[in-house]
């Protein structure tokens, strides 16, 4: 496993990524119309060959454009992740017929795609999805109805088509969830925009009686939570990603104004309540990059222990992002809370990660149950070895 020093090239494409956002993406970002989905800045990222990038690289690649965007312009890092987390399951769990049917498509920036999974009743807890789906006639094998609701969900009401997690089973738990690939314009399915503090689009679906067939199942009947989990375990270590980039922008900009600004009788950072400030953010940040980047590896080794792996990659780096932004406000002054300001910007922005795809304490469950599996396998093992020593 590497120590985590990129390399050269790594680097140089880190920079590149910075300079393109800057350059390319963010004035299309900002005649994007907030709450919107944004398909001019969808489209320039597929002609970047960014959304190709999404299904031909690996978990590090992922987290290395998601920190690079961020840095200069969050929406465009926004639109990326929410392709990848709409379409990954059908790159990965998809037949033949779904994958030439709409894969083309959002690697073109032309179909938009979104990860239906939260509900009123059942946000980060996955296995508690009350939204039904139920046969499609007596005795039905291979065709459901779904009926009930999905709440906070990216790029709705807006977006081409859903990956959508519905119950077949009841009273089962994660184990009766089924993933479908739905099209936007299935009968009995509308959307409602929802008022939230985010530049792209957030809504809710109702499904009244949205039908369904056996070619829209993603994976297999009653599998569903594995295809959440197993989309989950990449992106959450992207989100960390994303959280490096806010934070490294953050800090960058504290560096240049406490360089620059005069107070007592000198430089801003000559401070040493300041500088030791700057410090600790600089240090926390580095380490919330070198946790991204080794769960984004162990997933792309195929390692046993992704779950928790990216469980704490995301937890540390989006706690970080907003505690580092938080800091560089409070240097910065008023002038940071200043509409347009860069930190006015990123202080809305960074709060919204700790919650989405598995809020904070949902992460600190992950990791106890992962390191409580991991400690009962370890004893499981040593107490066999002394049984066959004896």
Known sequence: ??????????????????????????????????????????????????????????????????????????????????????????????????????????RAGTVVAAFALSEPGAGSDAAALALRAEPDGPGSPDGWRLTGEKCWISNAPEADFYTVFARTTPATGARGVTAFLVPADRPGLTGTALDMLSPHPIGALAFDAVPVTADDVLGEPDRGFRVAMGTLNLFRPSVGAFAVGMAQAALDATLAHTAEREAFGGKL??????????????????????????AATAYDEGAPDVPRRAAMAKLLATETAQYVVDAAVQLHGARALRRGHLLEHLYREVRAPRVYEGASEVQRDIIAKELAKQWETEEAGESAREVSAS
């Open 1 to 106: 496993m590497t120590a985590f020093s990129l390399e050269p090239a790594q680097l140089a494409w880190c920079a590149e990524l910075r300079a393109l956002a800057a350059e390319r993406l963010l004035p299309l970002a900002e005649k994007g119309e907030p709450g919107r989905v944004n398909r001019p800045l969808v489209a320039e990222l597929a002609q970047l060959g960014l959304l190709e990038r999404l299904f031909t690289s690996g978990a590090l690649d992922l987290c290395l454009m998601r920190e690079s965007l961020a840095y200069a312009c969050t929406e465009a890092e926004t639109a990326l992740a929410l392709q990848g987390l709409g379409a990954h399951p059908v790159h990965t769990y998809g037949t033949d017929a779904q994958r030439a049917r709409w894969l083309p498509g959002v």
């Open 269 to 294: 950072r000559d401070l040493q309540t300041v500088s030791h400030q700057v410090a600790e953010m600089a240090v926390r940040t580095e380490a919330a990059r070198l946790m991204v980047y080794a």
